[in-house]
């Protein structure tokens, strides 16, 4: 009796565990295709950098790994980048900006690019590039 309770107990732990990563895999936008992204299996990070006018270099500039925004992409955190006239944040906060760009919603779009491009965004003078190195 004691070894068929404990086939039932591995069998449904690794039913819930093959189940996880599946659910993983569909929030974080993973190709589920068999083809393998340009990135897959490399040390990626996930850079973001924001030009304002009137600047010569970017106002803000970050370097994230990848595997920190696909957790917070796939735990549906509110993150965010609001770009304005005045100042442009990164993160949470709670004033109301000209543009606020949702890193979750374009995520799957970053993901597709090829290697070398990036994604961008203007607004209100404001340039918004997302990429992701290896």
């Known amino acids: 009796m004691a070894r068929g309770r404990t086939t039932v107990i591995v069998v449904a732990f690794a039913a819930f565990c093959l189940a996880l990563g599946y ?4 929030q974080i936008g993973l ?9 897959y299996g490399k040390d990626a990070h ?6 304002e006018e009137g600047h010569d270099m970017a106002t803000v500039s970050m370097r994230l790994p990848k595997g920190i925004m696909d957790t917070m992409v796939a735990l549906g ?12 944040v990164v993160g949470f906060t709670t004033q ?7 890193l979750r919603d374009i995520w799957k779009d970053i993901q ?9 965004v203007q607004e ?11």
């Open 23 to 26: 659910w993983w895999s569909i």
């Open 31 to 39: 190709p589920l295709t068999g083809q393998k992204p340009w990135w």
């Open 46 to 51: 996930v850079r973001i950098q924001v030009i």
């Open 77 to 88: 955190t509110d993150a965010k980048i609001s770009m304005d006239k005045d100042h442009t």
């Open 96 to 102: 109301k900006a000209a543009r606020e760009i949702k």
């Open 112 to 120: 597709k690019l090829p290697k070398g491009q990036k994604l961008t």
């Open 124 to 134: 209100d003078g404001a340039t918004l590039n997302i990429w992701i190195e290896a």
